[in-house]
């Protein structure tokens, strides 16, 4: 295929990428020295608004699978908390995320397993790919996404500062530095990690309830962290439906959130795996090869 064949061409080093990465990391640093209990509350409640509800909720559940509905309003609410994570626009992070799933583990996934834990876990960060990261390229992954006003609003890189901006200054009114260190830097990098971990440990360790084609797995310290994403394998499986854990004990936060949602008449269409057919239930379903994928120019 000639989009797999060029996928690794005419790659550059993204230095403005790892100058950010060494910046927020250092910025991060102060928090070793300036433990309290509120600090880590305040760090521990801003994972949850840009981790849970920002990445893992709406980039990913709503907006890359669309397993749900909310209001647009609501949407573009947790959307900007997904913002704050700092993890791209809506745009780059669904594209990515749909590419992983045209053809996890392989050349069409940008931050392919099969090429070692440190190139899945970041170092996929640290190069600009066409084949990955070009403006054309991106759209015709998440066509749904570049067709938004607001979305296309939240793809300018001063619109992602000055809202990171604004957070700093309410933090810094509130609590000082301390809070900026805790609700900005080390949170940011905290959910940098933690959200890695997904492409990389849940590639690498755990158990698999399918049999899928690549080497996704389910963990349980991953789920953990990232509000029930390390249920990988599963999703993996079942990539459209809302729940990640299949099994009564695999706890799912995220889901729980969804479910709220629901109850508030907030979350509609609910795809869950219940609803299934048995058959699917007992096997991973084919969502079409990576070849059908790119060849249909289909969302998913």
């Known amino acids: 295929m000639k989009q797999v064949a060029s996928a690794h061409e005419n790659v550059t080093i993204d230095y403005p990428i790892i100058l950010w990465m060494a910046i927020i990391h250092l910025a991060a640093l102060p928090a070793l020295w300036s433990f309290s209990w509120s600090n880590l509350g305040l760090t521990v409640f801003m994972y949850f608004i840009t981790g849970c509800l920002g990445i893992t909720m709406t980039y990913h559940r709503l907006l890359t699978h669309r397993s749900f509905k909310v209001p647009k309003w609501l949407e573009y609410i947790f959307t900007t908390c997904g913002a704050l994570a700092l993890q791209g626009s809506p745009l780059e992070w669904v594209a990515h995320h749909r590419m992983h799933h045209a053809g996890s583990d392989t050349d069409i996934d ?146 729980n959130v969804i479910r709220l949602l629901k109850l508030l008449g907030l979350a509609t269409d609910i795809k869950s795996f219940r609803d299934l057919p048995r058959e699917e239930n007992a096997v991973a379903s084919a969502s079409g090869t990576a070849a059908e994928f790119l060849a249909n120019k289909r969302d998913i």
């Open 110 to 255: 940008p931050h392919n397993a099969s090429r070692g834990f440190f190139f899945s876990h970041m170092g996929w960060l640290f190069f600009y790919v066409p084949g990955y990261d070009d403006k054309k390229q991106l759209r015709r992954f998440a066509r749904d996404i570049a067709a938004d006003p607001y979305y296309r609003f939240l793809e300018r890189i001063d619109v992602q500062i000055l809202l990171q901006v604004a957070l700093g200054l309410v933090l810094l009114a509130i609590g000082g530095w301390e809070y900026v260190v805790w609700g900005v830097s080390f949170r940011i990098v905290a959910v940098y990690h933690c959200t890695w971990l997904v492409n990389s440990a849940a590639h690498i360790w755990g158990y698999t309830n399918y049999d899928v084609s690549d080497s996704s797995k389910n963990n349980w310290l991953v789920a953990l962290l990232t509000w029930g994403e390390g249920w990988h394998n599963n999703h993996h499986a079942h990539g459209s439906v809302a729940e990640a854990g299949h099994k009564w004990w695999e706890l799912d936060i995220t889901m």
